[in-house]
């Protein structure tokens, strides 16, 4: 008996497992509230599932997210975009998703774009979330419509009271899967992103292990974009990243993410998760397996189901744009 005493007095003396509280700005589609499509907080609760670690993650306005890390209330930021410059008292993780702002419009010719001074003298619709950061506020040369949120930058862009629109390519994807549905004339994009940014995990320098969960946290990452996870929360069918070190791109996928159709087209869309660009020594990586040619890629994805994805944005929302298409 003395021995059990001795064993629960041992349990009750060990310390309890720290909990991360995190904050972030919403982006819909990619940071949002428990019940709604959040991508990013998918990404992040499953790296840190992966680190056996328990985080807390919290959706805020900027204001609060700041107050929140001045006042220690909150260890940090699970989204940090790098359009704003990196502070000091802080610990930062390498980005961990890419976020491409490209020039956006029902006009064809906005391929024609690839440099922000294409956009001078043309009204270009933004939501605050980009508009407010340090990067773009600098930049005098173009006329600005701020929008509060997403939603009212697409509707500004949908009643011509805007030229352009500067946004995420992963959010014109998402409204154009709204679109497809209605069978409407889709949205063109920019040649080239306009902008490039990253997110980032950011955790102030105080917290105890900073540097190392930082660094853990980008190896698990690092991970999961190899083996299939990113896609499949994502919800992209082709990702690409050069996972064997030799400078190109290769291109990565999962057999549980639907896709449209199986073909060079797909290929062509890949979502890109570093600078390195896709060439003839490209592997293919279908859910942690290698193939070097792209039949053999394409034939272990042979029986599953080609089906277009919904959007992840709300459709009755964005139903009151639609109707003015």
């Known amino acids: ?138 930049i005098k040369d173009v006329k600005w419509g701020r929008n509060p949120t997403t939603f009212d930058a697409f509707r500004q862009l949908a009643d011509n009271r805007a030229y352009y629109l500067l946004t995420s390519g992963l959010l014109v994807d998402e409204f154009n899967r709204l679109l497809k549905v209605e069978n409407e004339e889709l949205l063109h994009l920019s040649s080239a992103p306009v902008f490039s940014a990253g997110f980032h995990l950011r955790l102030r320098d105080d917290v105890a292990d900073a540097r190392a969960i930082t660094m853990e946290f980008g190896s698990v990452v690092d991970d999961m974009q190899k083996d299939g996870t990113f896609n499949q929360l994502l919800g992209i069918a082709w990702l690409t990243k050069d996972i064997n070190g030799d400078g190109v791109a290769d291109y990565i996928s999962s057999k549980a993410v639907p896709r449209a159709t199986l073909d060079e087209t797909m290929l062509a869309a890949a979502y890109p998760l570093d600078d390195t660009q896709p060439g003839t020594d490209s592997v293919f990586v279908i859910d942690a397996k290698t193939f070097t040619s792209r039949e053999e890629a394409f034939g272990a994805l042979d029986g599953v189901d080609n089906v277009l994805r919904m959007s992840l944005l709300d459709k009755e929302i964005y139903q009151r744009i639609l109707r003015r298409w």
């Open 1 to 138: 008996m003395r021995i059990i005493v001795l064993c629960c007095a041992l349990l009750f003396c060990l310390p309890a497992v720290a909990q991360l509280k995190l904050g972030a700005t919403a982006l819909p589609t990619l940071v949002d509230e428990d019940d709604e499509p959040a991508r990013i907080n998918d990404i992040v609760t499953e790296a840190f599932r992966r680190m056996d670690k328990t985080v807390s993650l919290e959706v805020m306005r900027s204001a609060f997210l700041g107050s929140g890390l001045l006042s220690k209330q909150l260890d940090g930021d699970f989204a940090y975009l790098d359009l704003d410059e990196k502070k000091s008292g802080f610990v930062y993780s390498r980005a961990y998703l890419p976020l491409y702002l490209f020039a956006v419009s029902k006009r064809e010719s906005v391929k024609e774009i690839s440099l922000l001074p294409h956009l001078q003298d043309k009204r270009i619709a933004i939501e605050n979330r980009f508009a407010n950061t340090d990067r773009v506020r600098l």
